[in-house]
């Protein structure tokens, strides 16, 4: 759809013609196509068919995947445990980056010690940091166990399903706080200091400038946030689960995308994985579209 | 490769041709090896193959390392999908079912006997054959088998009074209790990470308990599993129950059970027979190994195997097949066999191999290397001893694993758990004999 004529832009001024926009686009389009688009069809394809891993049989069975999905206990399990770990991931994320992000605001002295201090775990691959992750909280050798457990706090991530759920959560925030940290720092520091400084004269302190007008001007950055951290829940904290629990105790950290890669990397039920990957994604597009319906309403996006 | 190394070789391989002369113009035909052996185990891989392809200048094997089982196996089925297979595969034990009926294998049997080899299949030890055939033949080589038993530390059974741990289940259970109250050990024992194999699989067999109906699987797909009917229940119970008294202690993620038992913790460890070699490395305790419990008044019968074979792909020229027929000859060699049990803790394959270790008097000097041949020996199978021909039994053994941890963290009893279990795995039954009516 073209822009309407009295908005001048970026989009209009810069390009005339469609040849040039198309070549430069096709690099990504064909990224896209061969990482996401083909196999998505493989994916949707494969959804409906009973298959050997061979190839050797195959049954199309219309919507049978689906069904059995909707009836197992282990599905409605993932579903729950996914909204309860993407849910709690995304509060944490935001909250402990905003702290972090406006403590480093206000830093006058070393403030890029802070910041690379901060951005640190975003350098380490997932596995490892869920490995590291299983291993402090280990309640038999890990150090922070000890202290969990000298503080008179039972834990045992291995038969509690709340401990474990908290472990996953906490190593899946930890490792996203960084990426969520920049954003909202470069965020506070694009605020234009008048602004904060009117405030200022005008009697308010640092946390209610912080919360008035901070936190306001910030809302394009958070939502923005907000969706990459579902997002990052739903695809990307695989290594992560795979490290720490590989999905238990008896089911309690088995979200949804460690659900696919079991079914369909280990068990080789390919029409279930399959089903349930066209699912995860219908999912996430739900929630972004309802996302950008709802809260991009009341986002502030000039400043 | 660096320049260096690269004319380094290429001169090499210059005085070679010169040296050997005409005949060794002719290429041997090379197979390719996919296994899932690593770290020590694949350094013995290694020298196998190196030793065969010393043993002859017409056939070369190339072993690569695919990762762990499960990568092999999907990288196989990516491989035979993109019609680009190897030659031979190594399939864990729980892919035989798919491998059998995926038509992408030729039966190892079929394919040796149709060949001037001649390999006595009667001498396999029963439940390892047993296992890996269908109608009475081998679908695959046997390689890498192992069978659970039971390792102990002698001082901590000493230091509370016994001698060594008890035969029936009944009386290991007070021994554990006792260690535990006489401060031996923190903890009994340190539940493997395969513990469905050795608690639940294997128990069954050893006391001779039907895991599922027609015979566990072998006599037809429309097999379905009643393990919640049996002693199975009661043993998850116990379980749970030594859990909750500290006697049973989990390592959990970041952690091995082996070291649990290995650094004294925990008084036994229940596991394969191929954990030999790193307990011998790691154990600075004075420690032993002895056959798996039984249930009071049941007359034991043999454990069954874990581990891998190896699969044939189908679709390969003739000359490669003979040139993975003279690999598996060679595999199955009394020497060969009995030099793998060495290197590896795996058992022997065929009685020749045993009977050669024997005399030998190896087992003399590692007595406790000898346990799981004989467990696996004892007695003659029974059709629930033989082995498990189940359809995806990897899903239905996590599904399995899933409800007994919903035991071990308390929101089930084991009844439940294992009713939904059964339930569970049979669903996953129905749904691979839809899948394959009429092939088995």
Known sequence: ?303 | MTLHSFRVKAAASVLALCLSGASALAQPVEVQWWHAMNGVNGERVDDLVKMFNESTDKYKVVAVNKGNYDEVINGTIAAYRAKRPPHIVQIYERGFMTMLLSDAVVPVQELMDKSEVKIDWSDFIKPVAGFYSYKGKLAAMPFNSSSPILYYNKDQFQKAGFDKPAETWGEFEKQLYAIKKAGAAECGTALATDYHWSMIENYSAINDLPYATKSNGYDGLDTEFVYNKTLVVPQVARMKKWLDDGVLQIAGQGFSPEQLFTSGKCATYFASTAAHSGIERNAKIGWSATFMPWEEGKQPKNSTIGGAALWVIKGHKADEQQAIVAFFDFLAKPETQLWWHKATGYVPLTNKAYELAKAEGYYKQSPTREIAVLQLNRGTPTANSLGFHFGNFTQSMFAQREEVEAVFTGSKNAQQAMDDATKRGNEILRQYERLNKGKY
């Not at chain 1, 070549?23 to 061969?34: G, K, N, T, V, Y």
């Not at chain 1, 195959?58 to 069904?67: A, G, K, L, T, Y």
């Not at chain 1, 520091?189 to 306001?216: H, M, N, T, W, Y």
């Not at chain 1, 969706?227 to 695989?238: D, L, Q």
Request: aromatic share 14%; proline share 5%; glycine share 8%.
């Open chain 1, 1 to 303: 759809m073209a822009a309407p004529l009295h908005e001048p832009g970026l989009k209009q001024s810069h390009f005339k013609g469609v040849r040039l926009p198309a070549l430069l686009l096709l690099p990504q389009l064909l990224i896209l196509l061969f990482f996401f688009f083909i196999p998505a069809v493989r994916a949707l394809m494969g959804a409906f068919l009973l298959s050997d891993p061979f190839g050797a049989t195959v049954h199309f069975v219309w919507f049978d995947n689906f069904i059995a999905l909707f009836h197992s206990e282990s599905y409605r399990n993932s579903v729950r445990v996914t909204i309860v770990f993407t849910l709690a991931q995304n509060v944490i994320t935001i909250l402990i980056a905003g702290v972090l992000a406006f403590a480093t605001d206000r830093v006058v002295r070393g403030q890029s010690v802070y910041k690379g201090v901060v951005l640190l775990p975003y350098a380490i691959a997932p596995a490892i940091a869920g490995v590291l992750w299983a291993f402090l909280f280990n309640p038999a050798v890990g150090p922070v166990a000890f202290f969990i457990k000298s503080l008179g706090f039972a834990w045992d991530p291995n038969l509690n399903g709340s401990d474990a759920m908290l472990l996953v959560v906490f190593a899946a925030s930890w490792k996203h706080i960084c990426y969520n940290y920049i954003f909202l720092l470069a965020g506070l520091l694009a605020i234009p200091g008048s602004l904060l400084e009117a405030a200022a004269v005008d009697g308010a302190g640092p946390i209610k400038r912080f919360f008035q007008i901070s936190v306001p001007l910030l809302g394009p950055t958070i939502f923005f946030l907000t969706t990459m951290n579902f997002v990052y829940g739903f695809f990307e904290t695989f290594a992560i689960i795979d490290a720490v629990t590989h999905g238990g105790p008896a089911g309690a950290t088995n979200i949804l995308v460690y659900k696919v890669y079991q079914d369909g990397f280990i068990n080789l039920d390919l029409g279930s994985s399959a089903a349930q990957s066209v699912l995860l994604m219908t999912f996430a597009l739900i929630l972004t579209l309802v996302q950008f319906k709802h809260v991009e309403r009341r986002v502030n996006y000039t400043i």
